[in-house]
């Protein structure tokens, strides 16, 4: 009997150190970046640009922010997440100057602009981590 209570006291610990993040949505994610005075404008779209198409069934949302291109991948959760950005690392876009950021089931990728330096990188960390506390 008092196994049983012990194993049950462990479970319980465990279930309670496991945290599971919230799935976030686009306008969630929008609305962040916008909160923090970025501007959003959406961006032509590219048949043949890499990341416009698709990682895993997932179609992006993109727009152009500063000099560059902001893509916003959406899934359904953060495993999908994790193995989106997995897959679409084995395409050829090292030639792209590009930087990628991760927050619950969303993977963004910035695309800089030419001649465009990383200082779009702080402003998108900012943004994420708030965006992080708040949900």
């Known amino acids: 009997m008092r196994i049983h209570i012990m194993i049950i006291l462990f479970l319980i610990i465990i279930t309670g150190c496991i945290t599971t993040t919230k799935a976030l949505t686009l306008e969630q994610v929008i609305a962040a970046f916008q909160d923090e005075g970025m ?63 991760v927050i619950n089931n969303v993977l963004i990728f910035y695309v800089y602009g030419k001649n465009q330096g990383n200082e779009m990188d702080e402003k998108i960390n900012v943004t994420l981590a708030k965006l992080k506390r708040t949900n």
């Not at 959406?74 to 100057?97: A, Q």
């Open 39 to 101: 501007q959003l404008h959406k961006a032509d779209g590219n048949e043949e640009n890499i990341f416009q198409q698709g990682i895993n069934e997932v179609t992006p949302s993109f727009y152009q922010l500063s000099d560059g291109v902001i893509y916003f991948y959406i899934f359904n959760s953060e495993k999908e997440r994790m193995k989106g950005l997995e897959d679409f690392y084995h395409r050829p876009v090292d030639f792209v100057k590009h930087k990628a950021f």
